[in-house]
Structure formats: structure tokens, C-alpha cells
């Protein structure tokens, strides 16, 4: 990865609903806030309420909501701050469009089964989704594209939340200024 002065990685986290996106980019925040970088974390979920809000779940909605999501990232990025988005982005062409337009790209790959993910069924939206109650829901009535090239791979299901965070801040602690 290429890091030009003044530009801070952001880390991307890319997978199914329940993966474990959010929990992985929680311990990668404190674990900078630590260390005294600066960090700013995108959740999804709380985008969609906020300036993304509106936006459905068509394909071009959700592109749409990734390229807002990247716009935001990219400001955050070219002033120093270390960003982390979590956001399902189930599609090839969205993180080909990230790795384009988006300098500091690091797309990481939260991979859970839908087994597991649909086990763990946090907020209950697989069984919805099974039931027909939410339409183009991730995993169940919409892909998800797994990544064919991603800078990192954290596997959910066999890996604890510390060792996913640490295989992450290994990676990119080259990048990172203190
Ligand atoms: P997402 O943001 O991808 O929807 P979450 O971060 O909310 O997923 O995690 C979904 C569930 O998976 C939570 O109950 C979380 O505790 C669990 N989880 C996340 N990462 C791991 C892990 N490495 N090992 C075991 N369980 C995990």
C-alpha cells in the first residue's frame, strides 16, 4: 500500500452481515486511540441514518451509499486521520470503485460463513430475511461477491477478536505515524 505524506490508511471492512466487521474495527480503534493515532470510525449502520439516509438497498443505492461512505473516508484520510469503515459493500464493483478513487485503500476481507452468521443472528434480520420480511437482504435474497484479492483476510469463525485486530495493526503498522 502506498503512503503519501499526510494520508492515513483506510481500512475497509468488507462481509456479511454479523461477520464480526464492527467488532473487528472497535479493537483496531482502541488499540490506535492507544498508541495516540488519530482515528475515526465509519459504522454502516449509523451512515444509513445519517447521510446516506434515504438511500434503499437496490444496487444502485448501494452504490451510492459506498461512494458517500468513500467521500467521507477520503476527507478523514487526507488530514492524517487513520479511518475505518464497516459497511457489507457486497459487491466486486464497489470495491473496485473504492480501490480506484479512494487513495490509502485497505480492504479487508471479515470472512464468516452464512452458517455461522446466520447462527449468531445478532439483530434477528436472517431470520427476517428467511421469512421473507426484508427483501434483498445480504447472504439471503442478495450476493455478496466474496473479495478475490483482499489486503487482509480475517477469518471470524476460527479466529478470536484479538487475533483478527492484531493480524490488522501488523499489517498496516508500517503506514501508521504515531
Ligand atoms: P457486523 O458488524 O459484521 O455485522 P458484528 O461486529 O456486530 O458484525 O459481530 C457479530 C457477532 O459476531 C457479535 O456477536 C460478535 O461478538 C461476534 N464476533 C465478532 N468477531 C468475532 C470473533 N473473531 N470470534 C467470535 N465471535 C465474533
Not at 492524517?80 to 457486497?90: D, E, F, Y
Not at 479487508?108 to 434483498?136: F, H, N, P
Not at 447472504?139 to 493480524?167: F, L, Q, R
Request: glycine share 8%; net charge neutral; charged share 30%.
Amino acid at each position: 500500500m502506498s503512503a503519501t505524506r499526510g494520508q492515513s490508511p483506510v481500512l475497509w471492512f468488507t462481509g456479511l452481515s454479523g461477520a464480526g466487521k464492527t467488532t473487528a474495527a472497535r479493537y483496531v480503534e482502541e488499540a490506535l486511540r492507544r498508541s495516540g493515532v488519530p482515528v475515526e470510525r465509519l459504522d454502516g449502520d449509523e451512515l444509513r441514518a445519517t447521510i446516506c439516509k434515504g438511500l434503499g438497498f437496490s444496487r444502485e443505492d448501494r452504490m451510492e451509499n459506498i461512494r458517500r461512505i468513500a467521500y467521507v473516508a477520503k476527507l478523514l484520510s487526507r488530514n492524517g486521520v487513520v479511518t475505518l469503515v464497516s459497511a457489507i459493500t457486497p459487491y466486486r464493483e464497489m470495491r473496485a470503485y473504492l480501490r480506484e478513487h479512494l487513495p490509502g485503500y485497505v480492504e479487508i476481507y471479515v470472512r464468516c460463513s452464512l452458517t455461522e452468521c446466520e447462527r449468531r443472528d445478532v439483530k434477528g434480520m436472517y431470520a427476517k430475511a428467511r421469512r421473507g420480511e426484508i427483501a434483498a437482504f445480504t447472504g439471503i435474497s442478495d450476493p455478496y461477491e466474496e473479495p478475490e484479492a483482499p489486503d487482509v483476510v480475517i477469518d471470524t469463525e476460527n479466529m478470536t477478536v484479538e487475533a483478527c485486530g492484531d493480524a490488522i495493526l501488523a499489517h498496516i503498522a508500517e503506514s501508521v505515524s504515531r
